[in-house]
């Protein structure tokens, strides 16, 4: 089909973004970061189930992509919240500095 | 043109996630972030789902980016430090994890990738999905499951409340 985008190029981006949302999380040690990290991961898989959805004809992929968008709201706020209440405790929000739940 | 547009938009959404991870400063961080997902938006638009790229402008760079933000300026966060508690071993182990993983995705993408179907074409703005047919399967198939993310969102709500407050109020 000439002029439309293949699935196989949005898996491309999905896959790409995904990869780079794995290092951040894994590399970086602020965990304001490594949140940033995971909502980027979020987004990648949004973008693979709208690809599929449109490529397979459904309104399905938007629909699931609409909840994964809720919740992502959701977890933004208790996560953040948890960052807050961490803060207060230790001071940092430096992944490596936090060791209290460690041993 | 389509095809155009969806690689610039794809091309600066991956340059500014790379970024994201790169910089060190959390809220340059977020910005670039919130670039990448403008892009992203455009991507969106291009795989025929306008409405949910409305909603990634709307939720996600304007509403949980902007709270990461507040976060961010609440607790005051300087730079990582660069030089201080080293650990080799982690950042190996990590990026080698990296690598390992985006070559599966690679090889899995490759190897299934001449079965792939491709994107019917949109001639216009006529042809982009009508918002109120995923109204209609929201409302109707997916009734339950939007009940639960209300319950879930208020859920979300009180937790974050309760966590947030302090020891102080208690």
Redesign the interface.
Known sequence: MIGSIPLFDVLLVSGALFSIGIAGALLRRNAIQIFLSIELMMNAANLALLGYGAALGTHQGQVIVFFVIAIAAAEASVGLAIFVALFRHTETIDVNKINLLKW | ???LI??AA?LL??LF??L??ALRD?VK??LA?VV??FA?AV??V????P??AA??II??AG???V??LF??M??N?GP?KPDQ?R?PIQ?VL??L??VV??GM??GM?RAS?SR???????VGVDAL?DPA??AR??FSD?LL?FEA?SV??L???V???V??R??DAK
Do not use: K, N, W
Not at chain 2, 46 to 49: D, E, K
Not at chain 2, 116 to 122: D, G, K, Q, S, T
């Open positions: 043109m389509e095809r969806f690689d794809a959404a991956i996630a790379g994201m991870i959390p961080s977020v972030l990448s997902f992203l991507c969106y291009l795989v025929l789902a409405f949910i909603l990634q939720v996600y509403a949980i980016l709270l990461f976060v961010l609440l607790l966060v990582e508690d650990r950042t990590g990026s994890a990296v993983f985006a995705l690679l993408l990738g792939l179907p491709a994107l019917p074409e949109a999905p047919a995923i399967l929201l997916y499951h993310v879930l969102l859920t979300a709500l937790g974050a409340f966590l947030a302090g020891e």
